[in-house]
C-alpha cells in the first residue's frame, strides 16, 4: 500500500489541534499525518499542586519529566511512570496541538479508527554536536519528540542531526554515540517509536545518503528519505526511474513497518538547497517515482513536504492512481486477443 499525507496542520483545518488535524487529514482522503514538535514551551516547577498525581493525570499541561532529589540533593530524572511527590519538581510541556495526555491517547484513538498512521517530526533546529547548551536542548527536544510520540502512537519520530563539527567522519561517530545513549532510554523495546534520522539537502547539515544508511548499520535508527532534500544536494540526481529505484532500495533495507519517504519540489544551486517548493516546480518530478511506485511490491508512506501540504499529497495521489490505471489500460490492450480474417 502507497500512503500518502502531510507534514503539520492540514492547510484547510478550522481547528489546530492534533486532533482537528487527524480529522481533517482523513476527510481529505490522506491516510498519513507527520505531527510536528513546534511552538512548544517547557518550564520547571514546583510539583506541589499535582502531589499524588501521575502526569497522565495532569489536565492543564503535559508533565514531560519529574525531577526528584537524590541523597546528596541533587535533582535527578525519575521519568513520568511514578507518583508526583510533594517535594518533586516537574518539567510541564505546553503545546498548542493538545493539552494533556489524554488528548494524546484520544486523538491516536481517532487516527487508528480512520486508518490515519501517525509520524512525529522533532523541531527543526537541531544541533545534536553542537556546544553544550544547544546540544543539552536539542537533545531535549528529541526526547520530548519521543514521549509525546509514544503516547499519541506515532511510528517513528523524524528527526534531523545538526552542523558537522570537526571532521564529517568524526560527526559521524559522534552522532552515533548520541543516538545510541538516547536509545539506551526510549528503546523500541519499551513502547517508544524508531528514531528516524533525516537526510539533509544544506552542505554544512549531517545527513547525505551514505551518512544516514551508515548510521542505520550501526544502530537501530531508520534512516529518513527525503527526496528533495536527496535531489538538492546531489545536484539534481532524481531524473530517471532507476535513480528512484537505486536511492529507494538503500532505504529499505534498513526500514521500519514501511518505506517512509517525503517529497515536495526544491530550489537548489550548486548541490545547496534553497528552499522547498510545490511539487510542479523545479526539475524533481512526482511522475518519474508514480511510474516507479505502480509495481512497487512493498508499502511507502509519502509525506508531503510542500509548502502547499494537502494539496500537493492530493495531487501526488491522483497522479498515482492515473499511472495506475494507464498501466491497467496498457495491460489490457496487450491481453487483447487479435481477431482473424
Known sequence: MIRFGIAGIPLTSKGRTFIDSVEETHNLGLNALEVQLLRVNVQENSAEEYTGLRPYDVEDSIIIDVLRQDENGNYKSVGIDTEIEEDDIVQELFWNMARNYDELETGGELAKELDVTLSMHAPYYMDLIGSPDIAEKSINHLRWTLILGKYLGARRIVTHSGFYHGSKKDSLNKFAEVYSDILNEFSPENGYPYIGVETSGKQEVFGTVKEVIELAKRINIEPILNFAHVHAITGGSLVEIKDFENVIN????????????????????????????????GTLKFETLSEYLIDYPDDMTIISSSPLLEHDAQYMQIIYVRSYFKKMQRKKIAEKPVSGD
Request: charged share 40%; glycine share 4%.
Open 250 to 281: 538503500e532505504f529499505k533495507k534498513y526500514a521500519k513497518y514501511d518505506l517512509y519517504t517525503e517529497f515536495s519540489g526544491v530550489e537548489f544551486t550548486d548541490n545547496e538547497e534553497r528552499r522547498l517548493t510545490a511539487i510542479k516546480h
